[in-house]
């Protein structure tokens, strides 16, 4: 019943940008604790940004002050604008969020840097 569904990865050079959104449904949005992490082929999935329902935000310091998390509760979607993006930013990015002690978990969206 709770699905997290994301969108907006690509293909992108050197220093461009990319939003992904995360669209959500089957949750209290409003209240709920949102994030978005990433994983590469090879490497261990990591907590990129997080955003709680008051919209105190963290970020992973690789990212911090190229990425930015938002919110629209009116819309339950979950926001991450990436920019001077760099080839090692290149991985699937899944929106996730923790309610009742349980993960959940988007498809994933596929962000490739590269020129």
């Known amino acids: 019943q709770v699905q997290l569904v994301e969108s907006g990865g690509g293909l992108v050079q050197p220093g461009g940008s990319l939003r992904l959104s995360c669209a959500a449904s089957?949750?209290?949005?409003?209240?709920?604790?949102m994030d978005w992490y990433r994983q590469a082929p090879g490497k261990q999935r990591e907590l990129v940004a997080t955003i709680t329902s008051t919209r105190d935000t963290n970020y992973a310091n690789s990212v911090k002050d190229r990425f930015t998390i938002s919110r629209d509760n009116a819309k339950n979607t979950v926001y991450l604008q990436m920019n001077s993006l760099k080839p090692g930013d290149t991985a699937v990015y899944y929106c996730?969020?923790?309610?009742?002690?349980?993960?959940?978990w988007g498809q994933g969206t596929q962000v490739t840097v590269s020129s």
């Open positions: 996730h969020t923790l309610f009742n002690w349980y993960h959940y």
């Open positions: 089957g949750i209290i949005f409003s209240i709920s604790t």
